[in-house]
């Protein structure tokens, strides 16, 4: 077990905790850990509408209501979160980021019957049970966005280690379902750009130091300031929308507002600007409503784990 000084009756309603100080660095990781929760729990209510049939139903989605598709109850997560704990988990027992207990912990998350699954997901693990082989085979087709919404715990666990090691973690977890250039590049992308973010660095250092040598790599990725509405699950479509959001607003609330009410996949995409937000504007940053409003044991979870997998990286921090 893993402990961080909280104070957690699991038994009970967590209504208030008890919490050491946590360093910058810390703090800074807890706060893309929760983001991530904040932004699924809040884009799963519009996940797959579009941005006129959410004006319509809501006028702005600016509350963590639940319902949607998966009618979830309020606060509820999906797969995003959920699938990042797993991996987490996984990560903690192993002491680094290992392909193989990576892959059996998705396993697991799968046979627990989670509330949604995506489909490269499904078969990829599906192929897994039936070889024992935690890669995935290569396929331009599985260009999808499942890796790169769950990999927030192997960037945390890699925090500060050499490029070449960071990279060989990222594809490790990737791989088990996603073995593909695109998802590759996107997990990269972002699991550096949340190195940096820890660090304390500028989302104009982000934008010039790690989503413009993406571009530049993968011309595909490249985006204007044009809103890019009702984005799909493919990673392209995804990231996107992401840089869009997070490089254009100056607060953790305005980044998801502005990527969950385009609709789309928004789960995904408020997970993941929620996760570099996080990073960004830390805890203080994030709306206390929100903070409210989610899973109470889903939130300690998230905290516990980003605390752990930070001291796993850097015993110090």
């Not at 919404?149 to 973690?169: D, F, K, N, S, V």
């Not at 979870?301 to 015993?315: D, H």
Request: glycine share 8%; net charge negative; charged share 20%.
């Amino acid at each position: 077990m893993f402990w961080t000084g909280e104070l957690i009756a699991r038994s009970a309603p967590i209504r208030r905790r008890v919490s050491i100080e946590r360093s910058p660095m810390a703090e800074r990781a807890v706060a893309a850990y929760i983001g991530l929760a904040i932004g699924d729990a809040l884009g799963a209510t519009v996940e797959f509408m579009t941005p006129g049939e959410i004006r319509a139903q809501y006028g702005l989605h600016d509350e963590i209501r639940g319902g949607g598709w998966l009618r979830l109850k309020a606060g509820q997560v999906t797969d995003d979160t959920t699938m990042a704990l797993a991996l987490g988990e996984a990560i903690l027992a192993a002491g680094h980021v290992d392909a193989p207990a990576a892959a059996a912990a998705f396993d697991a998350w799968m046979r627990a019957k989670p509330v949604d699954i995506g489909n490269t997901v499904r078969r990829n693990l599906i192929t897994y049970r039936q070889s024992g082989n935690p890669v995935a085979p290569p396929s331009e087709h599985d260009a999808g966005n499942g890796a790169v919404m769950r990999l927030l715990p192997a960037a945390l666990a890699t925090y500060g280690q050499t490029a070449e090691q960071i990279r060989a973690a990222s594809q490790a977890q990737a791989h088990v379902t996603h073995h593909n250039t695109l998802s590759d590049a996107a997990c990269e992308t972002l699991t550096f750009a949340v190195h940096d973010l820890l660090a304390g660095k500028s989302s104009r250092d982000i934008e010039g130091q790690r989503v413009a040598p993406l571009i530049a790599d993968f011309p595909v990725f490249a985006y204007d300031r044009k809103r890019r509405d009702n984005p799909s699950g493919y990673v392209v479509d995804t990231l996107q929308a992401v840089f869009q959001a997070f490089f254009a607003t100056e607060s953790f609330e305005d980044c998801l507002l502005d990527v969950v009410n385009r609709g789309g996949d928004a789960d995904t995409t408020g997970a993941i600007a929620g996760m570099l937000a996080g990073a960004r504007y830390g805890m203080a940053g994030i709306p206390k409503r929100w903070l409210r409003a989610l899973d109470d044991f889903t939130r300690v979870r998230c905290e516990k784990q980003a605390e752990a997998l930070l001291q796993l990286a850097c015993p110090t921090a």
